[in-house]
């Protein structure tokens, strides 16, 4: 909320409590204090929905053209959600394979997913972990 006084723009603060609890958003509602697997699954999953209502409010309605100025945005969000899953399972798998790495690579989804599949293949070489 922006107001006026004595010429002097004043704005309310961006994270403030309003009394209708349908209108704040709690910041680490969904996460796990000491579970940052959870918690980057959880982020993964607020990157997808924000891409996937985005899209649906432009299948909706595009009167307005406002597809043609989303789209990058539905992009990232779908980009960075892929890429927050692929970690996540990386993290997994450094896990179960006794690897002391939590995650490898950079922003580079197909590098990324290339070291999640040699993770994968590692696992599976491992007779005892295929049953």
């Not at 704005?11 to 209108?23: A, E, G, P, R």
Request: aromatic content about 10%; some cysteine.
């Amino acid at each position: 909320m922006v107001t006026f006084e004595s010429g002097v723009i004043l704005m309310k603060d961006i994270f403030s409590y309003n009394s209708d609890i349908d209108k704040n958003a709690y910041i680490n509602w969904r996460t796990e204090r000491f579970d940052p697997i959870h918690n980057m699954m959880t982020l993964a999953d607020g990157f997808m929905d924000a891409s996937l209502i985005l899209a649906e409010q432009c299948l909706k309605d595009n009167r307005d053209k406002k597809a043609d100025i989303i789209i990058y945005p539905i992009l990232f969000n779908a980009n960075h959600s892929i890429e927050l899953y692929l970690k996540a399972i990386m993290w997994i798998l450094n896990l179960i394979l006794k690897n002391d790495k939590r995650v490898e690579g950079q922003h580079d989804i197909k590098q990324i997913l290339n070291v999640v599949r040699s993770k994968v293949y590692e696992f599976e070489i491992d007779k005892d972990n295929k049953t």
